[in-house]
């Protein structure tokens, strides 16, 4: 079977535009949410990603379909091609849409493969469908020359007159919604497009097959294939995705020691802190990132700072601990780690660090990517007691709570 798709993504998002108008929310800037730069459809984000792009991801894997011709207006060609770079689509091509639907897959139809002996058409505007579902209308088509993905329709239905009286209640036995994708012999969908005087305004594939005889078979499936044609249908597929998401929350504990000593500078939290000594160390023993350090590796399962920064290697040698910080974030980030926040506990003598403090949440914040309110920082003397009350070391203690989406 070798098929050319075709996603119809020509309109100009009419009813959609119109939606915005009402209540979506609205960020500062005043576009509403989600509807990056000139307000588009099929490149509003769904889960961070373009709406397009999603309805384009349910056929990736599918070795019959020998090539994608996307139809989209004019004024969004160069946007899709750069999307298509983007995601890495090297087989996809782009017209620029008609004036209906049927408009849009007729010009698409005349830039695909004739070889290609089946044609699938599939709305740019349904980001949902599974290639389960696709390959389920790719088995059904073989006795037929069209197949249509469907629901079956549940809600009762009124058939009126033009006074909008009831006629009747319209029995549902045998009623589907016609969704996309939907697949069509080559020939035969030609052959409408030649023969059918009203084939630009036809809705579907399927009515143009049906208009010149063809054999059109329903494939019904559940899952949810909604085509998107306002804001609000796209908060609900937002919502919907977000339902299927799974989050990991972890801690992890860190502790640190450092010996104070004449002749050295003493940074904490990231910050300088002006006084007589500082931590000895390898680096510049910036306790409190240290105690951050292993607790972000402790929450990730990454092992502990000794194992990553070694204090053999001279290209640590007096380094600024944020550096640390940094490498370590950046490589659980690869993971999809994110701090949610840090509370931690600073134990020391002197000097008193009351005054350093909100310097030293905003320092840490902005190294872990978190809001100041999200950064505690605790400190305690030890009352005189052992080496930290005698003014001979600094220890600090941190919990990190760390975040991952797994979808
Ligand atoms: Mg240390």
Redesign the pocket.
Known sequence: MRISLIVAAGGNGVRFRRSLEGSAPRSKRGAPRGVPGPLSKIFSLLGGKPLVAHALAGFRRIPAIRETVVAVPHSHLARLQGLARRFGWKDIRCVPGGRTRAESVWRALGETDPKNPWILVHDGARPFVSPKSVGKLLRAVRNAEGAVLARKVFPTLKEVDASRRVKRTVDRTFLYEAQTPQIASRKWIARAYRENPRALEATDEASLLESVGARVKVVEHEAWNPKITTFEDLRLAEAYLASGRREILRTGFGR???RLVRGRRFYLGGIRIPFSKG?L?H?D???LL?AVTDAILGATGKGD?GEWFSDRNPRYQNVRSGKLVAKVLRETARDGWRVEHVDTVISLERPKLGPYKKAMRKALGALLGVAPDAVSIKAKTMEGLGPIGKGEAVVCEALVAMRKVVS
């Open positions: 640190d020691a450092h931590p160390g680096s023993g910036d306790t240290h700072i």
